[in-house]
Structure formats: C-alpha cells, structure tokens
C-alpha cells in the first residue's frame, strides 16, 4: 500500500512539474552528486586521507581489544590460585582497560569524534562548492527546481537533457580542479578501469577547464 501511495505521489508530481513546463512558468533539472564528486579528485584524495586514518585507528583498537582479551584470559586461568586482593586488582585493572577501550573508540568514532571532524575539514568544503555551483547554474539558466539523483529522492525517470552534473563540475573547475568533460565517466564505466579512476584522469585548471 505504501509503495503504491509513493508511486502515485511521483507520477502525480512529474504530470505537475510537467504541466507547468508546458506552460513556460518553471524550469526544472537534476544532478548526480555521486557522479559530480566521482570527478573531483580532492574528494577522492579526502576519502583516501579518511581511509588511512581509520586503517590506523582500527589497528590502535584492534591492539587494545587484544590486550584486554589476553588480561580476561589470564584471570580466568589464575583465578583459582589468587588471593582475593590479587582477584579484585586484576578485576579492576581489566575494568580499566574497557574503559580506556570505549573512550578510545569514542574519540575516533564518536558522534562529534575525530572521524566525523575530519569529514568535516575535508568533505564539507567541496559540499559547499557543489551547492554553489548549484545555486549559480540555476539562477543564471532560471531553474526552478534542481533535484539530486543520488539523494534517494523518488525519481522514476530521468531524460538525460535535464542533467545538468557536467555543467556543475565546469562550474566548480573555476575553483578547484575537476576531470575534464572528455574524460570523465560514469560509475559503472570505471570498473573496468583497474588504473584507478578520477585520479588519473587529466584534470581542468582551477580558470575554468573546458566549457560546453
């Protein structure tokens, strides 16, 4: 029932994206911000930073889960033979490392931990550069509307024309650099790519690359 209310909930809102086209009054496009990032090698260069920081936090945790089991280990196996003083300091000691444990996960992978802080310092700035890109495309072609095709919005169809992502990626090449329009490619094409992706593709100068 849910599915069915969503699919006519779509189709009603293309028949009146598309009756208001008709009429001249609204402009509508999309992009694909999966796509967009895909061809901006800063992005890439920041997952891979993310990547290797968290590679190196997991080993840290990794260490420490190793410690503590080998401390649970060994009091399971000396408990008959301690004194109740030496049972309740080994008791302490291991409650210890779990907590040290716990705080160190949190620290790196917490709510506002050093992993969400870094995608902000890293992720966040080219974000911003995409929506301004955005913003500025749709206010000089007078889009109305600007959906992404990534963002899980409902979307059962899309006519290639209206895509605008290629537009967007020329337009952040004013800024930072991007792959070049001819050498650029969609996910399922780089697969088979084994050399790696957007990296080493050339990339348009920060002056604004090629233009359509």
Request: aromatic share 8%; hydrophobic share 35%.
């Amino acid at each position: 029932m849910k599915t069915k209310t969503l699919l006519l909930l779509a189709f009603f809102m293309i028949l009146g994206v598309s009756a208001a086209n008709a009429q001249g009054n609204q402009k509508i496009a999309y992009v694909d911000t999966d796509y967009i990032l895909q061809n901006i090698p800063e992005y890439g260069d920041a997952q891979e930073e993310i990547n290797q920081l968290s590679v190196k936090w997991q080993k840290e945790l990794k260490a420490l889960r190793d410690k503590l089991d080998q401390m649970q280990r060994e009091y399971q196996t000396e408990s008959v033979l301690l004194s109740d003083n030496m049972k309740k300091k080994k008791e302490d000691a291991i409650a210890a490392k779990e907590q040290e444990l716990t705080a160190l996960q949190m620290q790196y992978y917490g709510p506002e931990g050093e992993l969400f802080t870094k995608r902000v310092e890293l992720i966040q700035p080219i974000q911003e550069k995409i929506y301004n890109a955005i913003t500025q495309i749709a206010q000089v072609k007078n889009y109305s509307f600007v959906f992404d095709k990534a963002a899980g919005t409902t979307i059962l169809f899309c006519n290639d024309k209206f895509d605008i992502s290629d537009d967007v990626l020329d337009e952040i090449g004013n800024v930072m650099q991007t792959v070049r329009r001819a050498d650029r490619k969609r996910a399922a094409n780089t697969a088979s790519n084994s050399g790696g992706g957007g990296k080493s593709s050339p990339r348009t100068p920060k002056d604004g690359g090629e233009k359509k």
